[in-house]
């Protein structure tokens, strides 16, 4: 690095690049936006409530972008600039959480999220089994990974709120050692011969 060059390295701008990179992989039956597949972001019906200009075509105005792949790696990939190149990373707070079935998991594994009667009856007609299932683009799944994002950063503000003085918590950190690790002690706890998360999704393996 030449003198006067900055040592901070932008999140959005490696995002801008995974993204380019990465969304042509996604498969072509998902989302798309004028015939473009955008990935990991889904229609929501209740997106659409109260909003009397809606359009049938107006598919952007309903969806609900999670990227939660993309965005795992992109935390992944800032710790080895930071670490081992000593770069800093600016705009690391334009990240969110993680929509994931372990984050998700843990809120309904401990009450604070519940599904409906007629979507709990729906999703265990399906799956013929103990817990409810759901396609990946369920209005359900689409609502619960939502919420997780929501209960987490409600949870980051609240942890962030007893760290003591010039001690910070990342999001990664509390995703990580957090929400994470405790979604997969509990289903490990209350099913133990599956450690499944609480809700199933029937995916391709590029939402979980």
Same mark, same amino acid.
């Given at each position: 690095?030449? #003198?006067?060059?900055?040592? /901070?390295?932008?999140?959005? *701008?490696? +995002?801008?690049?995974?993204?380019?990179?990465?969304?042509?992989? %996604?498969?072509?039956?998902?989302?798309?936006? /004028? @015939?473009?597949?955008?990935?990991?972001?889904?229609?929501?019906?209740?997106?659409?409530?109260? =909003?009397?200009?809606?359009?049938?075509?107006?598919? !952007?105005?309903?969806?609900?972008?999670?990227?939660?792949? =993309?965005? %795992?790696? =992109?935390?992944?990939?800032? *710790?080895? $600039?930071?670490?081992?190149? @000593?770069?800093? %990373?600016? /705009?690391?707070?334009?990240?969110? #959480?993680?929509?994931?079935?372990? /984050?998700?998991?843990? $809120?309904?594994?401990?009450?604070?999220?519940?599904?409906?009667?007629?979507?709990?009856?729906?999703?265990?007609?399906?799956?013929? @089994?103990?817990?409810?299932?759901?396609? !990946?683009?369920?209005?359900?799944?689409?609502? +619960?990974? !939502?919420?997780?994002?929501?209960?987490?950063?409600?949870?980051?503000?609240?942890?962030?709120?007893?760290?003591?003085?010039?001690?910070?918590?990342?999001?990664?950190?509390?995703?990580?050692?957090?929400? %994470?690790?405790?979604?997969?002690?509990?289903?490990?706890?209350?099913?133990?011969?599956?450690?499944?998360?609480?809700?199933?999704?029937?995916?391709?393996?590029?939402? $979980?």
């Amino acid at each position: 690095m030449t #003198a006067g060059e900055s040592s /901070n390295l932008d999140v959005l *701008v490696l +995002w801008d690049v995974l993204q380019t990179l990465l969304i042509p992989i %996604w498969p072509k039956d998902r989302t798309t936006v /004028n @015939g473009t597949p955008i990935g990991d972001a889904w229609p929501l019906s209740t997106l659409r409530t109260g =909003t009397a200009s809606y359009s049938p075509d107006d598919v !952007a105005g309903s969806i609900q972008p999670f990227h939660k792949l =993309t965005q %795992w790696l =992109t935390y992944s990939l800032m *710790v080895p $600039f930071q670490r081992v190149l @000593g770069l800093q %990373w600016i /705009n690391a707070e334009s990240l969110t #959480a993680l929509a994931e079935y372990r /984050n998700g998991g843990l $809120f309904v594994d401990l009450g604070v999220l519940a599904l409906k009667k007629e979507a709990l009856g729906r999703g265990l007609e399906a799956s013929g @089994g103990d817990l409810p299932l759901f396609e !990946a683009g369920d209005d359900v799944i689409v609502e +619960w990974r !939502a919420m997780t994002l929501v209960l987490i950063d409600i949870l980051y503000s609240k942890i962030q709120s007893r760290m003591g003085d010039g001690v910070h918590l990342t999001m990664a950190q509390l995703l990580e050692a957090g929400t %994470w690790k405790s979604g997969r002690e509990i289903a490990a706890r209350l099913r133990p011969h599956t450690k499944s998360s609480p809700i199933l999704i029937k995916s391709d393996g590029t939402v $979980f």
